[in-house]
């Protein structure tokens, strides 16, 4: 299967988030050829019931690519066209996969080993694929993400602080508002200092943002709301203690507020001769930690249409992106190789 081809079977796979069994399988099938031809190891690593990471490698896998299977909602399939592949999935990061997959064909076809795949489930709710793989490495000195930077090296990508926000109030006729009291202007004040903090920025990776994401409450419009709830999420740039710090002030007396996940913002290294960035989104790389090696972040597409019904990827970065991936693997085998030459 090329990588067109792959690129359309993987989109046309419907895998939101928590639905990832399908597009596993289909990924475990299509890896167990790879396998057997060039005596790999092929493995699933449990994440969740019905929720599994994919794993091969052929030999020691001293540099791994990685990439998530998960999707953001709705679904809609594949089409193509002279100069873009279209689908949900299709940059964001289904295309990097099959990319990924054609630069290990590539390596393969003239004896590199060394290097392994690793797609895994969740990235775009909690990392929890990334999680359950951080607790079993596999000796990877080196970690290549895969996420739609228009095959740019990112030098940072900016962290992620969410929280949800829950105000109560008392139910009352809204005739007569004196008598109840709205959880949902409650919530509104509260959002409204949270919008008016300060944001952090950063030289690299510039200010940090706030997206008030989900709003929902209340029974009837004739009626004194008796709850009301709000999803928050900020994207920082540094030290969140001051995000946190500003939130429970906003909500002290008015509201609860849950922090549901952080992923911190992360600065990673330039490599020699790719053409470099910095992107606003939060990745799986912090969540993986240390234990799969020296992270870089790169891949084709751009994430401007990424999760719009206008998501596609370019033809051109596809097949860029197999070539940037393949000389990458073997740069980093090579550096290692001559690491070990000189170690004591």
Request: with cysteine; aromatic share 6%.
């Amino acid at each position: 299967m090329d990588i067109f081809e792959l690129t359309r079977a993987l989109v046309d796979i419907e895998s939101v988030t928590n639905n990832e069994k399908r597009v596993g399988d289909f990924l475990f099938a299509e890896l167990s050829a790879l396998a057997a031809k060039f005596d790999g190891r092929l493995e699933r690593i449990a994440a969740a019931p019905d929720r599994d990471n994919i794993f091969v490698s052929f030999g020691e896998p001293i540099v791994t690519l990685s990439t998530h299977m998960d999707t953001v909602p709705p679904f809609f399939a594949s089409r193509e066209d002279d100069e873009f592949i279209w689908g949900r999935g299709s940059c964001d990061a289904k295309g990097i996969i099959a990319a990924m997959i054609a630069a290990a064909e590539r390596l393969l076809a003239v004896g590199t080993r060394g290097f392994g795949l690793l797609f895994l489930v969740g990235e775009e709710r909690n990392s929890a694929g990334a999680e359950a793989a951080a607790c079993v490495p596999r000796g990877s000195r080196f970690l290549i993400n895969g996420e739609p930077t228009e095959n740019r090296l990112a030098l940072g990508c900016k962290g992620v602080l969410r929280f949800e926000i829950v105000a109560y109030g008392k139910l009352a006729h809204s005739a007569y508002p004196h008598l109840g009291h709205s959880a949902i202007h409650a919530l509104l004040d509260v959002l409204g200092e949270i919008r008016a903090m300060p944001l952090p920025s950063d030289v690299v990776l510039g200010d940090g943002t706030l997206n008030v994401g989900v709003i929902a409450g209340g029974r009837a419009p004739n009626v004194v709301a008796d709850e009301a709830r709000a999803e928050i999420m900020f994207r920082t740039v540094g030290d969140p203690t001051m995000l946190r710090v500003g939130v429970a002030l906003a909500v002290r007396g008015r509201a609860e507020a849950r922090e549901v996940i952080h992923i911190p913002a992360i600065h990673l290294t330039p490599f020699d001769g790719l053409p470099a960035t910095s992107v606003a989104f939060a990745t799986d790389i912090p969540a993986l930690g240390a234990g799969w090696g020296k992270p870089f972040l790169i891949g084709p597409g751009s994430i401007h249409v990424a999760h719009t019904e206008e998501e596609r990827i370019p033809k051109k970065e596809l097949t860029a992106a197999v070539d940037i991936y393949a000389r990458m693997v073997t740069q980093l085998l090579s550096d290692k190789t001559a690491e070990a030459q000189v170690r004591p």
